[in-house]
């Protein structure tokens, strides 16, 4: 049951272009959506995240659009840098008094210079 | 360097042996998560603390499975008779105390289990 997709396991940028990583979900009672970014031998690290009640969050070069009605997210990284190539995974959180965090099964990206 | 550790970083270990993992959270965080990673996919929810108290287990956690953290700081991951199928990367995570669900989990870099 994978409430999270990445339906792309890869994708390939020039540098300075927009790279576009893409999710959908199936959980409606999904309250945040997060995006971490993993490099090699490394855990995952946090890169930006929305409300569920929001449709846009912005940070810098990075930009999360959410859109409910299609259960989908995405993230635009604008410029891309060689440095941005890593596996991005897209996660969703659901606060049930409990807590628990399903997460997609990544997107590898490659940033060519 | 205050982030959330693991130890060891790597385990090879026989079909059948027990192995222990570590994981040492951020200083005063006060929830800390237990995930797997196999080859491929994400991290997949294995458990949660708050605190000391083992507050959501996954049906993942099978009766080999078991987690602790006794003093509401550091924990350990026990799997016994380990299997094949148990080889994976065992991640940690810690998250401050309150606020609301979007909010960031740390991780650690990681055990990876190799079972023979």
């Known amino acids: 049951d994978q409430q999270v997709k990445q339906n792309s396991p890869s994708l390939s940028v020039q540098e300075g272009r927009i790279s576009i990583l893409n999710c959908d979900y199936t959980?409606?009672?999904?309250?945040?959506f997060l995006w971490y970014k993993k490099y090699p031998a490394e855990g995952p690290t946090f890169l930006i995240s929305?409300?569920?009640?929001?449709d846009k969050n912005e940070d810098g070069r990075f930009t999360v659009f959410l859109n409910k009605s299609a259960k989908h997210l995405s993230l635009h990284i604008v410029p891309s840098q060689p440095g941005d190539s890593a596996v991005y995974f897209c996660?969703?959180?659901?606060?049930?008094?409990?807590?628990?965090?399903?997460f997609g099964a990544g997107t590898r990206l490659f940033v060519k210079a | 360097d205050t982030g959330v550790s693991q130890n060891p970083r790597h385990k090879i270990t026989k079909r059948g042996q027990n192995v222990t993992f570590r994981c040492d959270p951020i200083?005063?965080?006060?929830?800390l998560y237990w995930y797997r990673q196999t080859l491929g996919q994400g991290p997949e929810f294995l458990t949660y603390?708050?605190?000391?108290?083992?507050?959501?287990k996954s049906r993942l956690l099978s009766d080999r499975f078991s987690a602790e953290r006794p003093k509401g700081s550091f924990s350990t991951l026990e799997i016994q008779r380990t299997e094949q199928g148990d080889s994976a990367m065992y991640l940690c995570?810690?998250?401050?105390?309150?606020?609301?669900?979007?909010?960031?989990?740390?991780f650690g870099p990681g055990t990876r289990l190799t079972v023979l």
């Open positions: 996660a969703a959180s659901l606060n049930t008094g409990g807590f628990k965090t399903i």
């Open positions: 959980n409606s009672m999904f309250d945040y």
């Open positions: 995570a810690s998250r401050p105390r309150g606020l609301g669900a979007g909010d960031t989990q740390y």
């Open positions: 200083s005063e965080h006060n929830r």
């Open positions: 929305i409300s569920s009640i929001k």
């Open positions: 603390f708050q605190n000391e108290a083992q507050l959501e």
